[in-house]
């Protein structure tokens, strides 16, 4: 972990950042004494944050080789 001062991150404030966001790794910043984190939030974009469903009725394996045409109506209602 990169140790910095309050100085040096404000010497380059936007490189640091940039290099946080990009390698995930956080910087660890120095000020009387006293530790503060620059990490990445983490979590994800929209798509980490839906909740995962059960919409598949049947063989998911399956479905590359179904056709439209070819299904069975009645064997997909429950």
């Known amino acids: 972990m990169e140790k910095l001062t309050v100085t040096a991150?404000?010497?380059?404030?936007f490189n640091v950042?940039?290099?946080v966001l990009a390698t995930g790794e956080p910087v660890?910043?120095?000020r009387h004494g006293k530790r503060v984190l620059l990490v990445p939030e983490q979590g994800g974009g929209k798509l980490a944050r839906?909740?995962?469903r059960s919409l598949i009725v049947g063989d998911?394996?399956?479905?590359?080789e179904e056709k439209?045409?070819?299904?069975?109506?009645?064997a997909n209602r429950d």
């Open 9 to 13: 991150l404000r010497q380059n404030l």
């Open 17 to 19: 950042i940039d290099r």
């Open 28 to 30: 660890e910043i120095e």
């Open 50 to 52: 839906l909740r995962k």
């Open 60 to 64: 998911a394996a399956s479905l590359p």
């Open 68 to 74: 439209v045409w070819e299904w069975d109506e009645s």
